[in-house]
């Protein structure tokens, strides 16, 4: 006696009601009562059952609710992704939540908005070597017009700039009202 299909209609309904909020087939697989590779199985003979049907060969009862499943499936992804976009695209409409319009069009037209990466090598394909000493920053500064940062991370500068160190350490011009800025150290107010 052959084997008894977990392919049912209500484990198939739940199934696709969970792809169609988005979850993922793992997911889905759980809520139907399946283990993820039965999902994977019977997309894959699904989709060898359709593909059999367009060569006009007659299917088996188990081949066309396979064939049907996957059907079903495809149609399930795509109303998700349809409800996903609608959600995207009303948020966008409100100028608050520009960032919606871009995640999209970052998405949709990769290669016009999308990130671009750029790798940066150095000699040969290698690392990039980096020799910086703290001194010669600091003379470098100190020949701007400027005076080594305070300890408690900024310091008065003459030109009304102060250098305060951001968390990656590296001094970076803020520009204050030169009256703000104390030097506990100098004799000069």
Do not use: C
């Not at 997309?43 to 299917?59: E, M, S, V």
């Not at 396979?66 to 409100?94: C, H, I, P």
């Not at 394909?125 to 920053?137: H, R, S």
């Not at 900024?154 to 800025?181: F, K, Q």
């Amino acid at each position: 006696m052959p084997r008894r299909s977990l392919l049912t209609p209500d484990a198939q309904a739940t199934f696709l009601q969970a792809i169609e909020l988005g979850a993922t087939i793992k997911l889905a697989a759980q809520a139907a009562g399946w283990a993820e590779p039965t999902v994977y199985a019977y997309l894959a003979d699904g989709r060898a059952a359709r593909d059999l049907h367009t060569t006009g060969t007659k299917l088996t009862p188990d081949q066309r609710r396979k064939a049907e499943f996957v059907e079903a499936f495809e149609k399930a992804e795509g109303t998700m992704a349809r409800n996903a976009l609608a959600a995207v695209v009303r948020a966008a409409q409100r100028p608050q939540h520009w960032t919606a319009a871009a995640w999209l069009l970052e998405r949709r037209f990769p290669e016009t908005y999308g990130r671009r990466m750029v790798e940066v090598m150095g000699k040969d394909g290698g690392p990039i070597e980096v020799d910086v000493q703290a001194a010669e920053l600091l003379a470098e500064l100190r020949a701007l017009g400027g005076r080594e940062p305070a300890p408690n991370g900024s310091a008065r500068i003459r030109n009304g700039s102060a250098y305060t160190p951001p968390l990656n350490g590296v001094y970076a011009p803020e520009v204050v009202d030169a009256e703000e800025v104390t030097d506990p150290e100098d004799p000069e107010p």
